[in-house]
């Protein structure tokens, strides 16, 4: 059965990617030089009922990247990844990484009128201490009365600053801002319809005055990806992010600007290693080996996403090792030879859990069956609806392997925290005390350079006990109507709509 | 009219009894096959904290029976409470979705009974021509190819090779009820050709029983021209006995509009209901599944009044 799969895959991969590679990629659409235009409005597709606006009890993903544009923190990440002063101006790091002072930024009004100040910066963060895990470890927030606060923490953590994004909201609003949505942010919440989708429009008092360019944007939900891209291509949508590759290589080059960007997400053939035989190591290894993963993001994603050897992307920057690029390069006879040492010379029957909705991942595994094979390792897909993925395969760990991608933000300690043997996020059962301790030591580390060999250390541990098959960082892609100008992609759910502008006037 | 309310009374005991053993069904599946809402709304990024404190919110916690035996409570206030996944209330959220479905299962029965009376009175006529032979043969086919296979060949023949047609635009009645129609009558027609070979095989039959029947030789020798007879003797005589046919076809247009939509990517009850099902909304999944099931009684109820109403036979109770 899967053969016949391989087959079709492999020909659209043909078809598709002479014209996607045509179509470069960049990560940003063009800019104008110039004077900048002002007004005009966006319309952005996106799949997913927005659900949540309180800033501080949002998780999924499609809200988040939203109210980025509505709400915003002392810190606020620009497209490169960089943590840059928003709502602070600066930040003072006591040595023992436990005190953060902050200046604040003056002049700022939320989108009600009313002025941000110090005590809004405390009720904010002591309301969002209590409701997110990240920001748990706060002792106390502190007004200094000259216009800085100072957050102490009850645990000493270097890298806190990136938490420092939450939302600060207006004092006293805990009961209201799910509704009212009043932050500090470029764009007004104006209205959310169910079914149809989210307007913001220009908040004329942004504390930076020179943006946003746009009046208003509408965020507007699409029945799912066809369908949205019927729309962009009718002109209804302007801006329409994930796309799969071969949905982009559809679009007219001279009417869309396709970009892409690795999306800092790590695609992995999970191995439960508590279950034989993959809780040997030798045979997680020769799987690692049987693995072409070039011709796997050829065959998948056009060839727009970057392979991995490790969990985690070089999306991440530093923290990454380069040294472990191509590390498990594929080697037939070294794969033999491992699952021969391990005791598995006429290789196994493995089943691959894949949930069915998305594509991108049944196609991985259909890939990967096919490569496993000649291991003689026999790969059964078993496609299950995402309901059943999350419960049977996320939370109870009741599977042998998966295909699927773990994002989180642009911070490398949440990447990897998850596997710690006792985090609940650990779904492939993965356990070496060394990696704990890494893992437990890495906020009480203050010195930069310390941390980075902390963690190039770790990611040598995971690679060499080959914790799991990881593939690629499929890139992002997203088009944009160039009409208009100034998107850009960021490595992480953000929709960035600040710097969107028309590209000309008329 | 004494057994028109008696009948009345036994649909809706019936209707009441479909809707409480649906209602226990879905709440079984949903207690055997895994999933938890709470999960697939926050996704797998989440802590364990932050849908254990998302479960609480929506009451997941309680014990599935005791779950059950609240929703039911309310629904028997006509209470279908709020959907899990979408936060609105069930009620808004199916009415939001009526325009498509209900305007394309009412497009497909204008379909079927402007093509399939027409259709079964040329072949009637002369039973066993080249006419009746071609057109019986067209049903056959039709009535063999299932909606969603048509669909594609439609969309591929109207979109691809036509140009004429864009599969998943759509336009609410109220931004213009033109393209409104527009957007759906390929859809309709999907649903509606299957069902037109159907109910044209049925009338074609019926209509060839009346045209031996003693009242048409009795109008012939009157000297009643052929055309008269078929449209003021046949054709309502078959009528009659074609509701209950319609009927039926009727509730499978339904069912049909619900696969088709999810062809022609179209945001009807049909999309909805799988959303409640892979988000394990059961507030919501209950409240569609219940208002299908109250449409179906609904119209074989209706049915049976228009039988009643049209027939004096059935009126007086003087049928079997």
Redesign the interface.
């Known amino acids: 059965m899967h053969n016949g799969n391989w087959k079709k895959i492999l020909a659209g991969a043909l078809t598709l990617a002479l014209s996607f590679s045509a179509a470069a990629c960049s990560k940003e659409s063009d800019t104008t030089d110039g004077d900048a235009i002002y007004g005009g409005e966006a319309v952005v597709g996106i799949t997913q009922?927005p659900?949540v606006f309180d800033p501080h009890t949002v998780?999924?993903?499609g809200d988040r990247e939203i109210i980025f544009n509505v709400y915003e923190g002392l810190y606020k990440y620009d497209s490169t990844g960089t943590l840059n002063p928003c709502l602070a101006t600066d930040v003072a790091i006591s040595d023992d990484a436990s005190e953060y002072t902050f200046t604040l930024r003056e002049g700022v009004t939320f989108h009600d009128g009313s002025e941000f100040d110090a005590a809004d910066v405390v009720y904010s963060l002591e309301r969002a201490s209590e409701l997110l895990?990240e920001l748990a470890s706060i002792e106390s927030i502190t007004d200094n009365g000259d216009n800085t606060v100072t957050v102490t923490l009850s645990t000493p953590n270097s890298e806190m600053l990136s938490n420092f994004t939450t939302a600060i909201i207006p004092e006293g609003s805990a009961d209201t801002i799910g509704d009212t949505r009043i932050g500090t942010g470029p764009f007004v919440f104006d209205s959310y319809e169910?079914?149809i989708g989210i307007v913001l429009t220009r908040n004329e008092n942004y504390w930076n005055p020179e943006l946003p360019y746009l009046d208003k944007v509408t965020f507007k939900v699409c029945?799912?990806m066809?369908?949205g891209l019927?729309?962009l291509q009718?002109g209804a949508i302007d801006i329409f992010p994930y796309l799969t590759t071969d949905r982009a290589v559809q679009l007219d080059p001279n009417t869309f600007d396709i970009l892409s960007l690795g999306s800092n997400m790590v695609q992995a053939l999970f191995l439960n290693n508590d279950v034989a035989p993959f809780d040997d190591v030798r045979v997680r290894q020769a799987l690692n080996y049987a693995v072409d993963r070039g011709e796997i993001i050829a065959l998948t994603m056009d060839g727009a996403g970057e392979p991995l050897t490790t969990a985690m992307s070089p999306v991440m920057g530093e923290a990454y090792d380069t040294n472990l690029d191509g590390v498990y390069n594929q080697d037939i006879d070294r794969a033999l030879e491992l699952l021969a040492e391990a005791g598995y010379e006429d290789g196994f029957d493995m089943t691959i859990t894949v949930p069915s909705?998305y594509l991108v991942h049944v196609n991985t595994a259909v890939a990967l069956a096919d490569q496993l094979s000649a291991i003689g390792v026999n790969a059964t897909i078993e496609q299950v609806?995402?309901?059943?993925w999350?419960?049977?395969v996320?939370?109870d760990r009741d599977y042998e392997a998966t295909v699927?991608c773990?994002?989180?933000d642009y911070a490398p300690y949440d990447v990897i925290s998850r596997y710690a043997t006792n985090n609940?996020?650990n779904?492939i059962n993965y356990s070496n005390p060394n990696v704990d301790e890494i893992i437990e030591n890495l906020p009480l580390t203050i010195d930069e350079d310390e941390r980075i060999s902390m963690y190039r250390e770790l990611l040598g541990y995971m690679t060499e006990d080959a914790a799991s098959v990881y593939v690629q960082d499929p890139a992002n892609i997203c088009a944009v109507n160039n009409r208009l100008t100034g998107y850009a992609i960021y490595p992480m759910y953000i929709q960035d709509m600040s710097t969107v502008r028309l590209a000309s006037s008329n | 009219m004494g057994s028109a309310v008696r009948s009345a009374l036994i649909r809706l005991c019936e209707f009441l009894l479909t809707a409480l053993l649906v209602s226990f069904f879905t709440f079984s599946a949903f207690a055997i096959i895994p999933g938890d809402t709470a999960r697939v709304m926050l996704g797998p990024d989440a802590t364990e904290e932050q849908v254990e404190a998302l479960r609480e919110e929506l009451g997941l916690n309680a014990p599935l029976a005791e779950r059950y035996f609240d929703w039911l409570k309310n629904a028997c206030r006509g209470d279908f409470g709020k959907s899990l996944s979408f936060g609105n209330p069930v009620g808004e959220l199916i009415s939001s979705r009526l325009p498509v479905t209900l305007g394309m299962s009412l497009i497909a029965l204008i379909f079927v009974v402007a093509i399939s009376f027409p259709m079964a009175a040329v072949c009637s006529r002369n039973p066993g021509s080249i006419k009746d032979k071609s057109l019986s043969t067209a049903g056959h086919i039709l009535f063999a190819i299932p909606p969603f296979a048509l669909s594609m060949m439609l969309i591929l023949f109207f979109s691809k090779v036509l140009h004429i047609f864009t599969a998943g635009r759509y336009t609410p009645p109220s931004d213009n009820f033109g393209a409104y129609l527009a957007s759906l009558i390929l859809p309709s027609l999907c649903i509606a050709l299957p069902k037109i070979a159907m109910t044209f095989k049925f009338l074609r039959a019926s209509m060839i029983e009346f045209s031996q029947g003693d009242f048409v030789r009795t109008a012939k020798s009157h000297g009643l021209s052929d055309l008269r007879i078929m449209l003021k003797h046949i054709i309502p005589n078959s009528a009659v006995s074609s509701i209950t046919v319609i009927s039926l076809v009727l509730s499978d247009i339904m069912g049909g509009s619900l696969i088709v939509e999810q062809v022609f990517n179209l945001p009807g009850l049909g999309r909805l209901l799988l959303a409640a099902i892979s988000r394990r909304d059961f507030p919501l999944l209950s409240g569609i599944v219940f208002y299908l099931a109250m449409m179906t009684v609904i119209l074989y109820f209706l049915a049976d009044v228009i039988s009643a109403v049209i027939d004096p036979r059935i009126r007086d109770g003087r049928a079997s």
């Open positions: 009922e659900m998780v999924a993903a895990p169910p079914g029945a799912d066809d369908a019927l729309e009718g909705n609806d995402w309901a059943t999350l419960d049977r996320y939370t699927i773990l994002t989180s609940d996020g779904l």
